[in-house]
């Protein structure tokens, strides 16, 4: 097997065939040429001379038909050693055709079906550049949902303070971009001025030390006013104002968003980014208009939660009423027992040392303890007699119609009620009361006075007892 594959032309090239073929082919018609001249038109001559003519003649003929065989498969050969460049991924190249023929045609087709092929491969190299755009497109729109997303629950929850929620909110909006950063303006009571709330990423960004005034003039203050998003990038408009604010801020792109709500502005959001000759895309300017929607929701909803807890007239708690509302009724009640000079008294109820209770039983523990010490105070209070939680560990009660002697019997009774609860499951722990007390007019003529006049007491007692 070896010796015959050493010897097969299979795999050997065209031309090399071609020579082969020629010489085998060569030898019969040199063999009937011999015969043909020696017998019939040169029989005068010897046997050299006439084999001499027969074979000049011959090769002569048979190298006349090589000439044309090659001139036949040489651009066969040529066309495959194209084809086979051409197959390699090489799409620029281009078959010769010599003669309008049959191998013309083919390798008109060749160079045509490389064309289309070259066509092809360019089509998908773009449409794979815009699958990858679009791609990085969703995937960006995902990130901006999931940002979204999570500041909406930040919002919905309350679990985070105002100035974080600001914070993380703004970060999110940055983020956004490529270098992204941001600053946002509010203000932190009812002002009419905003300043720097929160910030993200500044670093050349001429824009901590700014103020915002209602009646300020300059680019943020216009859109504070007329409520209009501001685009700056490599598409804005050239103006003296922009320009300016440019050049004082120091800001290449960014994108600039009042927040306000129904009734009143509430601040300026600006996000941007430090990309050269960059153009924002309408869909980026609608990302940062949620955010600045977002922020200005929880602005909003920050102010409605402080005016509910302004409202609230109860202790979450102990379910009593709180300090904001006995304070008030107390002055309420001063006032009426001045007017028709009747008595008014009011109790302060403070539970000993429950910062070592908290300390030994837990946080949980100390909340049952204060809701079952409330409990006991509400079920022993008179009918015209208001109970309340008015710090963490303090209780009181208002009198209306009680002196001082009967406030102070009152007091002790409940001081009684109280210690003999039970604030654990053991049946055997119990709170220790220290009670101050005042009465209009004698201790105070306000509920202020009559506060510390309480408070005053309480301490005394407790100086009292610790030297003994």
Partial sequence: MGIFKKLTVINKGLRYKLLIAFCLMSIIPLLACVYVMSTYLFPQLDDLQTVSIVIISSLFIALLGLFFAKGLIDPVVDMAIEAKIIANGDFNRKVEAPYEDEVGNLAQSINNMTQKIKSNMEELKS????????????????????????????????????????????????????????VLYASKEEDVNFGMRASYNLKSENLMGLVIKENGQGILENAVRDKSVIVIDKASKASKELSSFRASSNIENAVIIPLFSSKRNLGLLIVGNRMEDYKFKNDDVEIVKVFAKQISIAIETDVLNRKATELSITDDLTGLYNKRFISTRLEEEIKRAIFYQRPCSFIIFSLDDIDSFRRTHGELATEEALKKVAKSIKDNI???????????????????????????????????????????????????????LGENPIDGATSDELFRKAEELIRQSRQTADKK
């Fill in 382 to 436: 008179l009918p015209i007699g208001k109970a309340a939680r008015i710090s963490g560990f303090e209780f009181a009660i208002l009198l209306p119609e009680k002196n001082k002697k009967e406030a102070l019997y009152i007091a002790e009774e409940m001081k009684r009620k109280i210690e003999a609860t039970n604030v654990m499951r053991d049946g055997k722990t119990s709170m220790k009361v220290t009670i101050g």
């Fill in 127 to 182: 449409y794979g550049r815009r699958m990858n755009e679009v791609n990085s497109e969703i995937q960006k729109k995902m990130m901006v949902l999931s940002s979204l997303l999570q500041v909406g629950d930040i919002i919905s929850t309350g679990s985070a303070r105002l100035d974080s929620t600001l914070e993380i909110a703004l970060e999110k909006a940055a983020s956004s971009f490529d270098t992204g950063y941001g």
